[in-house]
């Protein structure tokens, strides 16, 4: 069972830039579809991007956060561009074998980090 673990959340000003990382065991990220979501304070937790053979955003951050995987360290990167206030929240990492119609559904996948927080000051 994957453990993840999520690192380099914090603070951050509107515009800014963030750079979170998920450390995955093994071949966890070449095995399975790597996500990030995020939850902001009384909000459902909601899908912002996913690697596996391809990238999948959410709308709400294309163009603005990248997601990568650097093999030999099995580790996965969420790189924030233009922060927006909306954007905080807790980020998780999670690993899972979801379809195409579910890879943006958090119930697709089966292991979660324990989250790092990200605030966006304006």
């Known amino acids: 069972q994957p453990q993840l673990v999520e690192s380099g959340g914090g603070l951050g000003q509107a515009g800014g830039s963030l750079r979170l990382s998920c450390a995955a065991p093994g071949r966890t990220s070449t095995s399975f579809m790597m996500a990030w979501f995020r939850q902001a304070p009384g909000k459902e937790r909601e899908f912002v991007a996913a690697?596996?053979?391809?990238?999948d955003y959410a709308d709400s951050v294309k163009g603005r956060f990248t997601i990568s995987r650097d093999n030999a360290k099995t580790t996965v990167y969420l790189q924030m561009n233009g922060l927006k206030p909306e954007d905080t929240g807790v980020y998780y990492c999670?690993?899972?074998?979801?379809?195409?119609?579910?890879?943006?559904?958090?119930?697709?996948?089966?292991?979660w980090g324990q989250g790092t927080q990200v605030t966006v000051s304006s």
């Open positions: 690697i596996w053979l391809s990238t």
């Open positions: 999670a690993a899972g074998r979801p379809t195409l119609a579910t890879m943006r559904s958090q119930s697709a996948y089966s292991y």
